[in-house]
């Protein structure tokens, strides 16, 4: 499932209008630039509950050339289950994860995300999956998303809350809890088992 149209023109024209106003020295461009970006708040505006005023203020936070966000996810296993985290926003679980921050590998940025968000230590092994968020059945978003799956291997710690988490457990595939589909899906939990029992199985891509 791809995300919608609407959201897809919203994307793109953002992106035209972000890379546009890096570059430009025009006056004129500049303008037209500011334009376009205010055209894509409109159509975000006319298919959310989110105002025209509001996604401008967000799309004029982003700057330099429009690129996809990192997203970052640890895929851990123990007795042939997944570690997952309770998010406190909205009360329901996902893979431990978050942004890749700046001068950091991706590896790093998942053994981090995983030990501040449920207390264990782990070893990313192998990359699992880089998804294009947009094609697999999560909620529409503004920002572009690309997502990476690392299998981590559990090096010791315990169960914690964080800032942004209420608990870590680990779910059996025939049980898993409600998911935070905006960060992680079912399907994709469900290709991470496949992978556990095939570990000769290349990386997924989009």
């Given at each position: 499932?791809?995300?919608?149209?609407?959201?897809?023109?919203?994307?793109?024209?953002?992106?035209?209008?972000?890379?546009?106003?890096?570059?430009?020295?025009n006056v004129f461009e500049i303008e037209r630039y500011k334009a376009v970006r205010q055209i894509a708040a409109e159509i975000v505006a006319a298919h959310s509950n989110m105002s025209s005023e509001e996604t401008e203020v967000i799309f004029e936070q982003e700057k330099g050339y429009a690129t996809p966000k990192i997203d970052v996810r640890g895929v851990v296993f123990q007795d042939d289950k997944v570690l997952l985290v309770k998010e406190l926003k909205d009360g329901k679980w996902t893979l431990p994860g978050g942004w890749c921050d700046v001068g950091?590998?991706?590896?790093?940025?998942?053994?981090?995300?995983?030990?501040?968000?449920?207390?264990?230590?782990?070893?990313?092994?192998?990359?699992?999956?880089?998804y294009d968020r947009n094609l697999h059945d999560h909620p529409p978003t503004l920002m572009h998303i690309y997502k990476l799956f690392f299998l981590c291997e559990l090096l010791g710690g315990e169960a914690t809350?964080?800032?942004?988490?209420?608990?870590?457990?680990?779910?059996?595939?025939?049980?898993?809890?409600?998911?935070?589909?905006?960060?992680?899906?079912?399907?994709?939990?469900?290709?991470?088992?496949?992978?556990?029992?095939?570990?000769?199985?290349?990386?997924d891509f989009d």
């Open positions: 499932m791809s995300i919608p149209q609407w959201l897809d023109w919203a994307q793109r024209l953002q992106a035209i209008a972000q890379s546009g106003l890096t570059y430009t020295q950091e590998p991706p590896s790093r940025a998942t053994e981090r995300e995983v030990y501040e968000e449920s207390g264990y230590r782990v070893r990313a092994t192998k990359l699992l999956a880089v809350t964080s800032i942004e988490t209420g608990g870590a457990e680990f779910f059996a595939q025939d049980a898993l809890p409600p998911l935070s589909t905006g960060r992680t899906t079912e399907s994709e939990l469900h290709r991470f088992f496949e992978h556990l029992r095939h570990p000769e199985w290349p990386t």
